[in-house]
């Protein structure tokens, strides 16, 4: 059966261009992901870790792995964009896929804000002459335009700028290895474990911290739509990208912890100015790695990652605009682009809009980061019930390991992390979950209840879909 055919069997047309290889996914998740994302956010896991800044994301990578199977079970189930939100809607009902789709709206919608924010916040301190505000506009401008004339047309750029930030990490890496060797930095096992200081639940909570690092292996589920050899490779690139990014995080992180110059100080009080790894790189190869390093990772958060993430934000509103659960207009695909361009739009102006106003913020980057992280964890646990409801409760396929060991062990994983996250985190996303059952409640009383086209037997298989 094609890919198109796929997509008939649930009552939905073929709107998106299918261009992209595997090829193209992998280098999508490394890039949504950020080759070089630990070098933004080192000093906070690090001392959220104490010291054991290694050891946080490889947990991190072995948590995930488990929801990378979870997501590679649901795609080959129902090959369509929407990620968690159709995983838990046809695996569960369709009520509990709207609240999963609501959830990682929080880490969806404000993914990009965060990216722009923090790209423009470096670049402002490297360059003071030009304002936060005007780094912004540029990046959510340089993107949308982007992403606006085509699939395609992301994917060759994200490649070439993916291309730039291993070169820099490769720098890094052997400068790094280099001043380590050569007695400029302390070799040492502590960023794996130390055991001084650690305790299970403050790893679990630098965790919760280094998944940030993480997300956007599972935005590759969203060009299931996209992708011109069905779902399988999409399972695959998921799994290889997830991998490939936390070999490269956990390299990086501790050669970074060998060379802090002050572990000490940075223990007690903190990465404050958020500038804890280019201080390492710098006791490395001297400032001018430093400043490669922080002006590399300032134009990868605010170019490709962002443009990537903006990709699957919009990819996500279509999906859920053309089951009627948002605004019908959000369901608009370009003709000529194949692209879904008012939710394009969309995204750049909330993006454009949310990071203006967290640069107002002295807390608006690490509040956005709580957010995303909450948001994300939440759907990812809906996700790893799905598996289990849809395969082994609905369908009766008797894969024990498969559909219960494999997303019980990633539910277990990521409940415990979910407990141990910031405080503050866990009140805004309940409230913002609890807003999204008065959202559910709504459609209920104005008859827009969910439903999504295709799971009812009765059901023609190819029919389109109506926009109302």
């Known amino acids: 059966m094609t890919p198109s055919n796929d997509l008939a069997r649930y009552g939905y047309r073929q709107e998106l261009s299918r261009q992209l290889r595997f090829r193209d996914l992998l280098a999508y998740g490394l890039v949504y992901m950020v080759p070089i994302a630990p070098m933004a956010i080192f000093g906070s896991v690090y001392a959220g870790s104490g010291g054991m800044v290694a050891l946080a994301y490889a947990i991190g990578v072995v948590a995930l792995v488990f929801t990378a199977f979870s997501y590679a079970q649901m795609v ?70 982007v992403n606006s004339v085509g699939i395609r047309m992301t994917a060759v750029v994200t490649r070439v700028m993916l291309f730039g930030e291993l070169i820099v990490l ?37 965790v919760s911290i280094a998944v940030l690092s993480f997300l956007g292996f599972d935005g590759i589920s969203m060009l299931a739509e ?78 490709p990652n962002s443009m990537v993430a903006q990709v699957a934000t919009s990819r996500l509103l279509y999906a859920m605009a053309r089951d009627r659960q948002l605004p019908a207009f959000l369901a608009k695909v370009s003709v000529r682009r194949s692209v879904p361009i008012n939710a394009t739009l969309l995204t750049g102006v909330v993006s454009l809009a949310l990071g203006l106003y967290m640069a107002t913020r002295a807390d608006g980057i690490t509040l956005l980061s709580s957010l995303i992280n909450f948001g994300a964890m939440v759907a990812f646990l809906v996700l790893h019930v799905s598996v289990v409801v849809h395969h082994l409760i609905r369908r009766r396929s008797g894969n024990w390991f498969a559909h219960l060991l494999m997303p019980g062990i990633g539910f277990v994983i990521l409940a415990y992390v979910v407990v141990n996250a910031n405080i503050a985190a866990q009140r805004l996303g309940l409230a913002w979950l609890g807003l999204g059952v008065l959202v559910l409640a709504g459609l209920y009383l104005t008859g827009r209840r969910p439903v999504l086209s295709g799971l009812a037997p009765t059901q023609a298989a190819g029919r389109d879909m109506e926009r109302v």
């Open 76 to 145: 080959k189930a129902f090959p369509m964009s929407g990620s968690v939100y159709n995983y838990a809607g046809r695996g569960i009902s369709a009520p509990v896929g709207f609240l999963a789709g609501w959830v990682i709206l929080l880490d969806y919608v404000l993914v990009p804000g965060l990216l722009y924010l923090v790209a423009s916040v470096a670049m402002h301190s490297t360059v003071p002459a030009v304002p936060v505000w005007l780094w912004l506009l540029g990046f959510v401008a340089v993107n949308t335009v």
């Open 226 to 303: 996209e992708t011109r050899d069905g779902a399988r490779q999409i399972g695959r690139a998921m799994a290889a990208v997830l991998v490939l990014a936390g070999v490269l995080f956990i390299a990086q992180t501790w050669l970074a912890a060998m060379l802090v110059p002050n572990p000490g100080v940075l223990l007690a009080e903190g990465d404050v100015n958020g500038t804890a790894f280019y201080d390492a790189a710098a006791v490395a190869g001297g400032s001018w790695l430093a400043t490669v390093c922080a002006v590399a990772t300032a134009i990868a958060w605010g170019l």
């Open 170 to 206: 490769a720098l890094f890496l052997v400068v790094a290895g280099w001043a380590v060797a050569t007695g400029r930095g302390r070799f040492s096992w502590d960023a794996f474990y130390n055991a001084d200081t650690f305790t299970w639940s403050l790893v679990a909570g630098a």
